[in-house]
């Protein structure tokens, strides 16, 4: 059983030639260790990139998400029209929605003043919505093999919903409950770790863990960054945000390129395009 199944919890595939098929065509990489990491790395890369922008270099919140969100809609291009999974536009766009989700989630919580809370809660209700929505209009939940169109949409969907939600529960964390950044990212940590357990000792659907974890992410990854990142006096390391948004990058491209997430076989040629 992997964090790949549908939300009704199908596991088994009966036809091997078809599972197959299926892998070869999805667009999305197969759920394991290395994409967990990656995606860890992806999402410090959102908190300290969309921090660069809107403080760093002081373009504010409203502005720094217009240019991430012009970002996000130029690489889901890419994503989109490619054929099968390719690593670089795949992990180019979750990049892009930890970015966007950032600022954005910044400008619900400051800008309007809706507060970590309220953010946390409205944004939560929008991720259950899109996932009921999902499987009323395809049957299922899958995160391991997107080959519709109408599967990927909703899947990215949901990946900007839960990266811009990951922001709002870390700042809460962080800074409303008064935990801090590193004991944020333990409590983070740890929940990831149960959620690991209850994959593994459980018969939770395989999807309803996989959004879960994928949710739990990118706090864990916005309080890394702010641990990295923020002033001594704040509690963090004082790093820089455009340094260690730099050395996050390249150790993320340098993992992506040595593991095997590239393992997909090219679809055949006569295959049409999604």
């Keep these: 059983m992997t964090l790949s199944n549908t ?3 199908t596991t088994a595939q009966r036809d091997q030639p078809t599972t197959d098929v299926s892998n070869a065509l999805s667009k999305v990489p197969k759920v394991m260790l290395a994409f967990w990491v990656v995606k860890i790395l992806a999402t410090t890369i959102g908190e300290t990139g969309g921090d660069a922008l809107s403080m760093t270099l002081n373009l504010g919140y409203a502005v720094s998400s217009v240019i991430f969100l012009t970002f996000f809609l130029v ?3 890419m994503q ?3 054929r099968h999974y390719h690593p670089v536009f795949y992990w180019l766009v979750v990049v892009a929605t930890t970015t966007v989700g950032t600022t954005t989630s910044d400008y ?3 800008t309007l003043g809706l507060g970590y809370i309220n953010s946390s809660i409205i944004l939560l209700a ?6 009921m929505a999902w499987r009323a209009a395809t049957g299922a939940v899958k995160v391991d093999q997107i080959t519709t169109r109408t599967n990927e949409i909703f899947y990215w969907i949901t990946i900007l919903i839960s990266n811009t939600l990951g922001t709002a529960l870390g ?3 962080a800074t409303d409950l008064g935990l801090g950044f590193e004991r944020g990212a333990l409590v983070f940590g740890g929940l990831i770790a149960i959620v690991a357990i209850v994959h593994v000792s459980t018969k939770v659907p395989g999807s309803i863990l996989f959004w879960a974890a994928y949710v739990l992410t990118r706090p864990l990854g916005a309080t ?3 641990l990295l990142t923020k002033p001594s006096a704040d509690g963090g390391l004082n790093f820089g945000r455009i340094t260690t948004s730099l050395v996050m990058a390249a150790a993320m491209i340098v993992l992506v390129a040595g593991t095997s997430l590239r393992h997909r076989l090219r679809p055949p040629a006569s ?3 999604l």
């Design 126 to 131: 929008a991720v259950i919505a899109v996932l």
């Design 75 to 77: 690489t889901l291009v």
């Design 7 to 9: 939300i009704e919890g």
């Design 224 to 226: 890394l960054g702010d």
């Design 171 to 173: 700042d809460f964390v």
């Design 108 to 110: 619900f919580d400051r």
């Design 80 to 82: 989109v029209r490619s």
């Design 271 to 273: 295959e049409p395009a």
